[in-house]
């Protein structure tokens, strides 16, 4: 990876980040097919995010491995990136070759999931003594394995994040404002985007959004058990602020505590595995000198 090798902004990247993260199996379950992952890089100064959700059906029994991979897949590859990322800081001039990283990570990831289903099937064949079937194109069916991806990279300067099938991601501002930047609408069915299918970096949504006008958001992400288990979308972003107000009150460690016995509440609506995660900036970086970041857009945008 590209970058300036002399950063221009007088950033400092001083913020450490509090994560929680919990996952609770569905009613009437035997195991959970979700994953998900809450790592501190480079000091404290970056998070790695990700959930994962296997598609846990009959048709995907082997979905647990899927959405496991795809957690230790996407960490393996967004550690590198967000260090990457505290690096270039704020220094704009650093920012398109971070753009263009960030745009192979999902293939990149992708390559990594697909490689190591394939050779969990080679050692452990899903249908017996049968591989797994290859169509015309010759590409592997990897449907038993299938699961969905959200990953996050967060630091004080900036954030980005991909999502691949159904979950959410919510940003929480200063204000208390809830934003959904990859948000498709409801979901229709249960039907989605997946790793098992071919090429599937290409369905991959992505936001990339710099903190030019104050302090970085909290950054919550969740598998659609949580969402379904409200009566509406409002609901479910009232559930997203309510838990930044309690953090903000009482401490992340206090909703650590709380984290899962809400969870198991929501799952007994959904009937689904729900697992969330989230990163609280818990403290603001030093004040930031002129840089050319102040001339990119606020919210956030495509790459």
Same mark, same amino acid.
């Given at each position: 990876?590209?970058? $300036?090798?002399?950063?221009?902004?007088?950033?400092?990247?001083?913020?450490?980040?509090?994560?929680?993260?919990?996952?609770?199996?569905?009613?009437?379950?035997?195991?959970?097919?979700?994953?998900?992952?809450?790592?501190?890089? =480079?000091?404290?100064?970056?998070?790695?995010?990700?959930?994962?959700?296997?598609?846990?059906?009959?048709?995907?029994?082997?979905?647990?491995?899927?959405?496991?991979?795809?957690?230790?897949?996407?960490?393996?590859?967004?550690?590198?990136?967000?260090?990457?990322?505290?690096?270039?800081?704020?220094?704009?001039?650093?920012?398109?070759?971070?753009?263009?990283?960030?745009?192979?990570?999902?293939? !990149?990831?992708?390559?990594?999931?697909?490689?190591?289903?394939?050779?969990?099937?080679?050692?452990?064949?899903?249908?017996?003594?049968?591989?797994?079937?290859?169509?015309?194109?010759?590409?592997?069916?990897?449907?038993?394995?299938?699961?969905?991806?959200?990953?996050?990279?967060?630091?004080?300067?900036?954030?980005?994040?991909?999502?691949?099938?159904?979950?959410?991601?919510?940003?929480?501002?200063?204000?208390?404002?809830?934003?959904?930047?990859?948000?498709?609408?409801?979901?229709?069915?249960?039907?989605?985007?997946?790793?098992?299918?071919?090429? $599937?970096?290409?369905?991959?949504?992505?936001?990339? !959004?710099?903190?030019?006008?104050?302090? $970085?958001?909290?950054?919550?992400?969740?598998?659609?058990?949580?969402?379904?288990?409200?009566?509406?979308? !409002?609901?479910?972003?009232?559930?997203?602020?309510?838990?930044?107000?309690? =953090?903000?009150?009482?401490?992340?460690?206090?909703?650590?505590?709380?984290?899962?016995?809400?969870?198991?509440?929501?799952?007994?609506?959904?009937?689904?595995?729900?697992?969330?995660?989230?990163?609280?900036? =818990?403290?603001?970086? =030093?004040?930031?000198?002129?840089?050319?970041?102040?001339?990119?857009?606020?919210?956030?945008?495509?790459?």
């Amino acid at each position: 990876m590209s970058g $300036p090798s002399t950063p221009a902004s007088t950033q400092q990247e001083t913020a450490s980040w509090a994560l929680l993260s919990a996952t609770v199996k569905g009613v009437g379950k035997k195991y959970s097919q979700d994953s998900c992952g809450a790592l501190s890089v =480079a000091q404290g100064r970056a998070a790695v995010l990700t959930v994962a959700d296997g598609h846990g059906s009959a048709a995907h029994f082997r979905s647990d491995f899927g959405s496991w991979w795809a957690v230790e897949e996407f960490t393996a590859c967004a550690v590198g990136f967000a260090r990457e990322a505290v690096r270039v800081g704020a220094d704009a001039t650093g920012w398109n070759a971070l753009r263009a990283e960030a745009r192979r990570l999902p293939q !990149q990831v992708a390559h990594r999931w697909r490689e190591r289903a394939l050779l969990h099937d080679c050692n452990s064949p899903a249908h017996g003594g049968r591989r797994l079937s290859a169509p015309a194109d010759d590409e592997p069916d990897l449907a038993v394995y299938g699961s969905t991806l959200i990953g996050a990279v967060v630091t004080q300067s900036m954030l980005f994040c991909w999502q691949l099938g159904d979950g959410d991601i919510v940003l929480v501002d200063a204000d208390g404002t809830p934003h959904t930047p990859l948000s498709t609408g409801p979901d229709m069915g249960d039907e989605t985007d997946s790793l098992c299918e071919p090429e $599937p970096w290409r369905k991959m949504r992505s936001h990339w !959004q710099p903190f030019t006008g104050g302090a $970085p958001p909290v950054v919550l992400l969740s598998t659609d058990g949580l969402s379904k288990s409200f009566a509406d979308h !409002q609901g479910f972003l009232d559930f997203a602020t309510g838990v930044t107000e309690r =953090a903000a009150a009482q401490g992340v460690p206090a909703v650590q505590a709380q984290l899962a016995d809400w969870l198991e509440r929501a799952a007994k609506y959904s009937g689904d595995d729900t697992t969330f995660v989230g990163a609280f900036a =818990a403290t603001t970086g =030093a004040a930031e000198t002129e840089s050319s970041a102040e001339q990119e857009a606020e919210r956030g945008t495509a790459w």
